[in-house]
């Protein structure tokens, strides 16, 4: 094995140890530790690390082997894999310009139980932590990321609500669905109608802003009820439903919903027709008083 120069960062020095196809490893100044990557698939590598001396040496060592592994390795994408409880290793990766990309369920055996694995990765040609760009990127892929459902609230000049019937499930639901990636909430409801019914009502405002709460295998979620303006009861004979998810359309008056829709809706769809014209601002169907109320 031909000698490498040492890699340095102030008082940390890591010198490689031991070099084949498969594995390369660089031991730390100070009998630290070892800093290891494995090729894993054609450009591509695992990196790990057993190092003492803290955060802060694992995330200095971590970065000096990254930058050489991509320089003069020529691997394209590095990985680190984590235990999720593990946080401050989760911390050296996240700090060292890897991002969070999920969660293998069950990934690893641990003493005969089955554990959670999080993977984070970096392209060689990804922006480093240094920069904004490097930075915002890292803590978007680490940040929560909540869902968003736009549904849409028609009525007919009878007071009567516009229901469809799904494909999927029982209850009674709003037109509208989830807005996509990049898709303002407004633009989405109108998608999801034009798709769903054939015809994007004009949307003439917000009703309701509601938190849901975890339900059903769903992570929790922000959904904006719109108010899809007033119609004449023969709106229904000039809709379209797709045939494949809405597989019906029909009026209903909003004090008989009670086993025909969800009952998150069963409660908060009367009290929101109930006042029209003010924002109702909701938690899980239920309104949000001011503190003292």
């Known amino acids: 094995m031909t000698a490498e120069p040492p890699l340095t960062d102030g008082e940390l020095t890591l010198r490689l140890s031991q070099q084949d196809e498969q594995v390369v490893t660089f031991s730390a100044s100070g009998s630290l530790g ?3 990557v494995r090729r894993t698939a054609p450009g591509a590598g695992l990196l790990s690390w057993a190092l003492d001396g803290g955060p ?9 082997v ?3 592994a991509f320089s003069e390795l020529g691997l394209e994408r590095l990985q680190i894999e984590v235990d999720p409880e593990l946080r401050a290793s989760a911390r050296v990766a996240i700090r060292s310009g890897y991002r ?8 690893v055996l641990v003493d005969g139980e089955r554990r959670d694995v999080a993977v984070y990765g970096m392209r060689s040609d990804d922006p480093r ?3 904004l760009l490097g930075w915002t990127s890292l803590m978007d892929s680490t940040l929560p990321k909540k869902r968003v459902i736009a549904h849409v609230v028609v009525r007919d000049t009878s007071g009567r609500l516009l229901l469809c019937q799904v494909s999927y499930k029982k209850d009674l639901e709003l037109p509208g669905g989830v807005v996509e ?18 015809v994007a ?7 309701a802003i509601d938190w849901l709460p975890r339900w059903e295998g769903w992570g929790d979620a922000i959904e904006i009820l719109y108010d899809g303006g007033v119609h004449d009861p023969s709106l229904l004979d000039s809709l379209s439903p797709d045939g494949f998810e809405i597989l019906g359309l029909s009026w209903h008056a909003p004090d008989a919903l009670d086993g025909l829709v969800s009952p998150l809706n069963a409660r908060r769809l009367p009290q929101v027709l109930k006042e029209p014209s003010m924002l109702h601002n909701l938690r899980d169907g239920a309104p949000i008083r001011p503190a003292g109320d």
Do not use: F, I
């Not at 969070?100 to 990934?107: A, D, N, Q, T």
């Not at 009502?201 to 009703?207: A, D, F």
């Open 129 to 131: 932590p240094d920069t």
């Open 66 to 68: 990254t930058e050489y």
């Open 100 to 107: 969070r990309e999920g969660v293998l369920r069950g990934g």
């Open 181 to 198: 990636p990049d898709e303002d909430p407004a633009t989405g409801a109108s998608r999801e109608m034009e798709e769903e019914l054939g």
């Open 34 to 36: 070892t800093v290891e």
């Open 201 to 207: 009502l004009p949307l003439l405002g917000v009703l």
């Open 56 to 64: 802060e040496v694992a995330q200095r060592a971590v970065r000096l």
